[in-house]
């Protein structure tokens, strides 16, 4: 995606650059509360009004309690706990949102009502003052239209709970400017949401699919097709979720569900109304009868049902240009917690046996097949998934990795995306940096494991030696870019990711960016260039600790290493990019302040020390405690790390490091390539990726 420098700036554009400090909540309910609470933990001041005290009252204690919790548990530390409270104000009273920069309306869904609210807070809040609402089945143009022309106006559909769900769907008015957008965008990142721009229609973009998956589960009961119990394993195993369709009505509450399959079926046919079995069971007013006895057999037949009724509206999303197909796809992924969104589903089933399915749901409700499916089908058996935008902002283009729901993790698809638009900038004279950055919380957080595991149990380890020839390609041509390309570290960079910002010319980090190479834990090295460029950054001693154990660095350390030309707090990060593009230069600094770092920051021990150990100690000594002096903090301290990797992944990776300094890079680049193959096809390796996938900790046996 290109998008082009922006022309000449309305007022209602040039009022929404500033950044947001305060945000408005109104109503106190169980979203409410929980939206302001997300927005306070991560730094902002909210404003919470209700017009009923024992709401406000109730949504103070439910918040303390969630803190004391969070704090019992360990996951949040009792000063943040403190601050974020602080930062929390309750009020019975619109007039305390007259200094608010985003007003999120979250009270009940009536249209008069939230109209009625939206003109009262017209009269309180300042014209720049953005309106939001969180209505999940209203059509937020038409309740722009209570407000000015030149109030700016929009949806955040947030998902439930919005403290841990990171899903955020905006929905854009025509009083929505781009730079309105643009903030919110910003804003939506910084509370630690993905968000995904959807059209203004019934459902939005999740809501159009998961509402017809419930529906779907209940007609297959309703039909006899399958029993309950059935379907939601069926479900669970398919999705790849925790509770089926069934358990989640009962959980979120059946008259949810049922509301919702009634407005879009009011507002999109027949196909979209609640089934008889839900009408009755929200009449009835009690959960569904979850019972034991699942028919496996049946399972194949159910899924199949329920990814038919999927694949249909996201055919029909698609064509109406609800939202963008990896969007929707982000929208099952991080909203509903499936294991793959439809439209990756339907590629790697292929797109003829996904049509096929789609066929059998249209013959069973007299649908049409969607016209996008009818123009892709042809071509090819694929959806086109783009992982990469590309921003041309001016001097600046911006290389944009956009997979966040697997924290970008780097696959074929995303390589040659990634590739490509670099390629591409070439071709733009206007161009004069390339920055490479990621969206959500990792920059790239290492490589797509699962592909890993599944070639290495099919025993196709020419495929792994294939990506990692195209990775090792991907990255020689960003090192070789004539226009200079730095990396923009915000959030996690390991193993693949730490590798490719090693091949920029520049690294600019914040202070939430954590570099690491975790691979010789998980049973292989690094095989991206990691064992060959941070030894000609940082030297062979530094290169070997932070490789071999595996011990992250923060920006500061980074920095401290000279693995970093910039560290720098987020706020400052976009004025150092402009200067850069601007005079073509980057001057080393580090203006991070200890305020701004709450990792693992400088070394436990000093650089000197770790360096004049590993050149002094043999890997094998270290990992044994054998020879003088083995009873050092800093022996210990990495003997205990080192026991928790693979051997022969240190073995390897060690020779690596040595033998690629004997020569230059290229031929070093070869070298380390030329072991892949070697180091897959170790029982460690296989045992070491899949315990990542099941989340435990891997045994390894050093074969």
Request: glycine residues 8%; proline residues 4%; neutral net charge.
């Amino acid at each position: 995606m290109i998008i082009k420098q922006a022309g000449p700036q309305s007022f209602k554009e040039k009022i929404n650059q500033r950044s947001f400090e305060s945000i408005g909540v109104v109503g106190a309910g169980t979203m409410g509360s929980a939206i302001a609470q997300r927005i306070a933990m991560d730094g902002y001041r909210v404003a919470v009004v209700d017009q009923n005290q024992d709401y406000l009252d109730k949504a103070l204690g439910n918040i303390q309690n969630v803190f004391k919790e969070g704090c019992a548990k360990k996951v949040l530390k009792p000063d943040q706990a403190e601050a974020a409270l602080s930062r929390l104000k309750f009020s019975t009273e619109l007039e305390s949102l007259a200094g608010a920069d985003l007003v999120i309306e979250a009270i009940y869904e009536d249209q008069e009502a939230k109209e009625a609210l939206f003109k009262s807070l017209q009269t309180r809040c300042a014209p720049a003052t953005i309106f939001a609402t969180n209505t999940s089945s209203l059509s937020v143009e038409k309740l722009s239209r209570c407000v000015s022309e030149e109030r700016p106006f929009l949806g955040l559909h947030f998902f439930y709970h919005p403290v841990k769900n990171r899903l955020l769907e905006i929905i854009p008015t025509a009083k929505a400017s781009r730079q309105a957008l643009a903030g919110i965008d910003r804003f939506a990142k910084s509370i630690g949401k993905v968000p995904i721009l959807t059209k203004d229609t019934p459902g939005f973009a999740v809501n159009r699919f998961f509402v017809p998956w419930l529906n779907e589960a209940v007609r297959i009961v309703q039909e006899n097709a399958a029993n309950i119990a059935t379907v939601e394993e069926a479900a669970k195993k398919s999705f790849g979720i925790d509770l089926g369709p069934f358990a989640l009505m009962n959980a979120t509450g059946v008259a949810i569900a049922y509301h919702a399959a009634k407005y879009l079926g009011k507002s999109l046919g027949n196909f979209y109304d609640p089934a008889e079995f839900l009408s009755r069971q929200q009449a009835s007013r009690k959960p569904w009868v979850i019972d034991s006895g699942a028919t496996g057999g049946l399972f194949d037949e159910v899924a199949e049902r329920l990814w038919g009724v999927v694949f249909w509206v996201a055919a029909c999303l698609d064509q109406e240009k609800v939202a963008g197909r990896e969007d929707i796809d982000r929208g099952a992924r991080i909203g509903l917690r499936w294991s793959q969104g439809p439209f990756e589903t339907m590629n790697a089933i292929g797109l003829e046996a996904a049509a096929k399915q789609i066929e059998k749901v249209c013959q069973r409700h007299s649908l049409r097949l969607p016209q996008s499916l009818k123009q892709v089908l042809p071509r090819r058996n694929k959806w086109e998934l783009r992982y990469v935008d590309l921003v041309e902002d001016g001097a600046v283009a911006r290389v944009i990795i956009n997979r966040p729901e697997v924290m970008n993790a780097l696959n074929r698809e995303l390589l040659e995306q990634i590739e490509a638009a670099v390629l591409s900038v070439a071709a733009n004279p206007g161009a004069r940096l390339i920055v490479l950055e990621g969206t959500g919380k990792a920059f790239v957080a290492g490589a797509d494991i699962k592909f890993f595991v599944q070639a290495i149990e099919q025993k196709d380890i020419e495929e792994i030696v294939e990506l990692t020839k195209l990775g090792q390609r991907v990255l020689k041509n960003i090192e070789a870019s004539k226009k200079p390309v730095m990396a923009k570290l915000e959030g996690l960079a390991l193993g693949g990711g730490a590798e490719l910002a090693l091949a920029c010319k520049w690294r600019l980090a914040t202070e939430k960016a954590l570099l690491g190479f975790p691979e010789t834990g998980l049973g292989i090295y690094p095989g991206l260039g990691g064992t060959q460029r941070l030894p000609r950054l940082i030297g062979k001693e530094l290169a070997k600790y932070f490789i071999l154990t595996g011990k992250p660095i923060d920006a500061a350390l980074g920095y401290e290493l000279g693995l970093l030309d910039v560290a720098c707090p987020v706020g400052q990060a976009e004025d150092i990019i402009r200067k850069t593009a601007q005079t073509g230069t980057l001057e080393r600094r580090d203006l991070l302040s200890s305020t701004h770092l709450e990792g693992p920051s400088r070394a436990e021990f000093s650089l000197d020390q770790i360096k004049k150990l590993f050149s002094e100690v043999s890997l094998h000594r270290l990992r044994h405690f054998e020879g003088a002096g083995d009873e050092t903090p800093l022996k210990k301290e990495i003997a205990r790390f080192l026991a928790r990797k693979a051997p022969l992944a240190l073995k390897l990776a060690e020779e690596l490091i040595e033998g690629g300094l004997k020569t230059n890079l290229d031929e070093g680049l070869r070298l380390e390539t030329s072991r892949i193959a070697e180091i897959f096809s170790t029982a460690d390796a296989r045992e070491g990726l899949r315990a990542l996938l099941e989340s435990r900790a891997p045994i390894f046996q050093a074969r």
